[in-house]
């Protein structure tokens, strides 16, 4: 894992240098080193417009593709993609500066986290308690509807972050490209719950 640093570093020459040799075993989808140049443009083009996120902390880290961790005003990048680094400082200006919706969109998100781990043993559980059909039916469209209101902030905020990301990106299409399969996969994990019980109706 690499130093703490600040956002800042990535307008240089020298700290996206820093990050391309970092991350230079980093592979998958989301990792495009031929994008790199576009690294720097994108942080300044951030700057420009609310220069205080120069002093987000910035890590290098491998275990991730990114991340935005509030608690401790730190974008972590795993890859090199500038729409990934566009992304995380999306985040960084949402939630800085907002401390009750970062709170609430944190505490919803570890529901909506327990929610998807307990889904489908839920569902099962339900199917073999509850013996009445109409009972039935009727707690799974209240957990349904649960799951969906408990999944709508993080994903809100995640179609926020990616426009913003796309907004400033020098590449539009490249950023398209990345953000929109990644907010696929986010909205599966986090509708995957609705479904389940949804399903557990028919089954």
Known sequence: MGNVETIQSLTTRPGVAALIQHLQSAGGFFNEPQQSAN??????????????????????????????????DTVSVGVNNPAVVGHELGHARNLRDAPTYSKLVQAVQNLANINTAIALPAMLAIRALVSNPDTQREIFNIASGASAMLAAPGLVEEVAASVDAVKHAPDKLQAIKTLAPAFLTHAVHSLAPTAIYQFGKHI
């Open 39 to 72: 690294i720097a443009p994108t942080v300044q083009r951030y700057l420009k417009t609310d220069p205080r996120l120069g002093r987000v902390h910035f890590r290098k880290n491998l275990n991730t593709v990114g991340n935005y961790n509030p608690s401790s």
